[in-house]
Each structure stands twice: as C-alpha cells, then as structure tokens.
Nanobody
Framework: QVQLAASGGGLVQPGGSLRLACAAS????????MGWYRQAPGKQRELVAV???????NYTDSGKGRFTISSDNAKNTVYLQMNSLKSEDTAVYYC????????WGQGTQVTVSS
C-alpha cells in the first residue's frame, strides 16, 4: 500500500520559515519524481516545486527564490524548506509522487498570519 505522509505545516508569522516533509512508503522512492503542490481556499491546486529522480530541482514562480525542495533517498522523504513566508503562501500543501503512476499525500495546512 502506497502512503505519502506529509507533515510540518502549522501557523507561522509573515517572514517566518517552515520545513515540510513527506515520507513515502510502498514505492521505490528513488524512481519517482517528487513534487509539492498547494491549494489555497477557493483556488485551484498549483505546482510549487518538483525534484526529479536524479535529484534535479525545478520551481514554478510560486516557489522560486524562497522555497527549496530536497530529497533523501535513504529516508524516502522529500522536503520543502519555505522561507520569508507571506500571507499568500497560506494553503494546504500536498506532496505527489510521479512515475508510471501518480500518488498524492493527504496534505498539511500552512497558515501565514500575524
């Protein structure tokens, strides 16, 4: 059974930082492209960042400059380090594993507010 367990969300003040983690089980982690997506209230889910099976990161405008995606194959975990958070970063953040199949995690809430 495939599981993607996201964690690390919470309430943070503007300008603060959070590190999200997504631990995968039931897949050969090193064969998957891992991604972080987010969905704000009333908006469509959007891609933030991905990291390929070869370890190459790519960012959309949503994640470029303030966010860093990384992965640890030994721990089957992908991370999203988020710095200089803004209120518009408030969303549920989801991880996704993509290879021949696509799997989604359950999401973790990030709220940026003073």
């Amino acid at each position: 059974q495939v599981q993607l367990a996201a964690s690390g969300g919470g309430l943070v003040q503007p300008g603060g930082s959070l590190r999200l983690a997504c631990a995968a089980s039931g897949i050969v982690f090193s064969e998957y492209t891992m991604g972080w997506y987010r969905q704000a209230p009333g908006k469509q889910r959007e891609l933030v960042a991905v990291i390929t099976s070869g370890g190459r990161p790519n960012y959309t405008d949503s994640g470029k400059g303030r966010f860093t995606i990384s992965s640890d194959n030994a721990k089957n975990t992908v991370y999203l380090q988020m710095n200089s958070l803004k209120s518009e970063d408030t969303a549920v953040y989801y991880c996704r594993a993509t290879a021949l199949r696509i799997y989604w995690g359950q999401g973790t809430q990030v709220t940026v507010s003073s």
